[in-house]
């Protein structure tokens, strides 16, 4: 295969459900498959795994079963269920599988729990709801095998990770229908019998230099190398072959044209300019196939100063929106690929320069249409509601992966483990309520150094490095008195919160230089239109379309005009569930017309414009 078949990142069209990873061969297992609720769980007893008899009914995967999408709709408490399939012939060779070669069976995510059965014999088991895992296909199933999953998703566990998720049988206040078991893509794909399992790109502007962090499913042959080459269109912007000498192995590639002060910012990833680079990778044993790789990068650095967010050293202006990334047909999961796309595109139309993707982790494939379309995110970890040793555990041990999974995306600017003190409630007067929220700060910086880290957004902060709080007055004049002097920022971080609790609760060191941490009002507005329909809400009901423009017209100018926030974040894109306080219902349709929402949103400031290929 040539090296120039590897996808790159301006021609990839957002499918491959691992973009920063991608083989030119695969098969998408999506669409129907059988299913069954198990409420006794009696499946396993019974060996539904190996007699999948009971496995009868049908679902559409990737459609979680209480979605309309998935041909089910039943939003009732389901803690066990049963999926079957059989994976043809054709969809193995459609992989690129042959001899000699591994097949692998990739899980985008399974909430909470999956064990994984391939013609009757256990292969795999995996926790977590939002993070991937894969299996390896036994050569004997080569040709062709039978499918099991059995997911276990107990909707009353307050100890697992569950964002928005309701344990109650009816969604109730900001919490929606359950999105259980199989909710992101299961793919095949083949791979040579030494391959690559996973790639981290880091950048550092200053110093001239890209890392390439590689992981290999097992140690490689003496001899083996890896070849990694950077482009920018047709330019060779840096290459290297390296002999790899165990399993993983970090290398350091020099950028030259980034050592040009006159040029180097036409280098630079901008949420303005967002220029990824494209990257092939390939290992390369002694004997065999190579493993070939195509992969994208961004340079760009992130930090603080002078109480402003900086993108490479300059201030960028933070105007986010809260997205649930909820959909009524398919809940967390997206109705397809184009529902990603068109999500992104969306968020900047409205003239938003960032989302704050809210108690989810999003598809990678999101957060491939936010690098290539420069919309600045920050991403949140789906909450627990008990504060235990398990429900610690889990936290820890997830937010671990996805910190892992999602940290070459040069979009994703800040990473929140942690929000309005769910699952640690009682932060401001139990000390190790507090000292998880420490760690978890500590932790995310020590995965990942180059994002700025919130550990708990709204208030009751410990170490952070940016201060953001929640306050849903929808009086401009109230807010610009809160916000509007530095006299009145530094009240609002001394005293408490809007909603009668502390803003900052850590040591007189973590919370000392307040002047100069950036403040973020990171939820706000929450307005809802009063359609009449029994159990919606918003923070705020206005009677018409008409006053929804009026009244977010003085909103957003009073936020604007509050020189010391260096940010803020409106709740919330759309319409999801009861909660009725979308820019646009829940079918994406805006409720004002786009090009005034924009005015009102950028306060008539320019923006550069799209490139028409996100229009098609």
Not at 21 to 36: H, I, M
Not at 578 to 592: A, H, M, S, W
């Amino acid at each position: 295969m040539p090296q120039e078949s590897l996808a790159s990142a301006s021609s990839q069209d957002g499918r491959y459900p691992r973009p920063q990873l991608v083989r030119t061969s695969w098969a998408d297992l999506s669409g129907p498959w059988r299913f069954a609720v198990d409420p006794d769980d009696r499946g396993i007893a019974e060996g539904w795994a190996q007699d999948p008899a009971e496995i009868a009914g049908e679902i559409i995967v990737p459609f979680p079963p209480e979605s309309p999408a998935s041909g089910i709709g039943d939003t009732g408490l389901h803690r066990v269920l049963w999926y079957r399939r059989t994976v043809a012939a054709a969809e193995v060779a459609e992989a690129g599988h042959e001899g000699g070669r591994t097949l692998l069976l990739h899980f985008g995510a399974v909430d909470h729990r999956a064990d994984v059965w391939i013609d009757s014999a256990h292969v795999g088991a995996h926790e977590g709801g939002h993070t991937p895992f894969t299996v390896v296909v036994p050569e004997s199933a080569a040709d062709g095998f039978d499918l099991v999953v059995r997911a276990e998703d107990d909707p009353l566990d307050l100890a697992q990770p569950r964002g928005k998720q309701d344990w109650e049988e009816r969604r109730h206040v900001v919490w929606y229908d359950r999105t259980s078991g199989i909710w992101q893509p299961v793919w095949l794909e083949s791979v040579p019998a030494r391959h690559v399992r996973r790639l981290t790109w880091s950048t550092d502007p200053d110093a001239a230099v890209v890392r390439l962090s590689v992981e290999l499913d097992g140690h490689p042959s003496p001899g083996t190398r890896l070849s990694v080459r950077i482009t920018r269109g047709e330019e060779v912007a840096a290459a290297q072959v390296t002999e790899l000498t165990g399993p993983r192995q970090t290398l350091t590639l020099s950028l030259p044209a980034l050592r040009n002060g006159q040029a180097r910012d036409a280098w630079l990833w901008t949420p303005e300019h967002p220029l990824l680079l494209d990257a092939a990778v390939e290992l390369l044993p002694p004997h065999g196939d190579s493993d070939r790789i195509g992969s994208y990068l961004g340079i760009r650095s992130v930090g603080t100063d002078g109480g402003r967010v900086l993108v490479n050293d300059r201030p960028v202006a933070v105007r986010a929106v809260l997205s649930q990334g909820y959909w009524p047909q398919s809940h967390l999961a997206a109705p397809d690929a184009d529902a990603l796309r068109h999500e992104a595109q969306l968020i900047k139309d409205l003239g938003f320069t960032s989302v704050r993707v809210h108690q989810k982790i999003e598809d990678p494939r999101f957060l491939y249409w936010t690098d290539r379309l420069g919309l600045l995110v920050w991403a949140e970890m789906p909450s627990v509601y008990e504060f235990s040793a398990l429900a610690v555990e889990r936290l820890v041990s997830e937010w671990t992966a996805v910190v892992r999974r999602d940290s070459s995306h040069p979009s994703i600017i800040v990473w929140v483990p942690l929000n309005e003190s769910w699952g640690v409630d009682r932060i401001a007067q139990v000390s190790e309520e507090r000292e998880l929220a420490r760690t978890l700060y500590h932790l995310t910086k020590t995965l990942d150094g180059s994002r700025l880290v919130v550990s708990n957004d709204g208030w009751e902060h410990t170490r952070s490095d940016l201060f953001t709080v929640h306050d849903y007055e929808n009086d401009s004049a109230v807010l610009r008195a809160r916000y509007g002097t530095s006299d009145a920022v530094r009240q609002t971080l001394d005293g408490i919160a809007p909603n009668g609790r502390r803003m900052l609760v850590g040591t007189p060191e973590e919370s000392s230089d307040t002047a100069g941490r950036p403040l973020l009002l990171s939820e706000f507005g929450g307005v809802s239109v009063d359609r009449a329909a029994d159990g919606t809400w918003g923070y705020r009901t206005v009677a018409s379309d008409e006053a929804l423009e009026t009244h977010l017209s003085t909103l957003f100018s009073a936020v604007r005009d509050c020189a010391p926030l260096a940010g803020w974040c409106y709740t919330q894109l759309t319409d999801t569930a009861q909660e009725t306080n979308g820019l646009t219902d829940e079918n994406r349709v805006p409720k004002i017309p786009v090009d005034r929402l924009r005015r009102m949103i950028t306060g008539g400031a320019e923006l550069p414009a799209a490139s028409p290929v996100f229009h098609a």
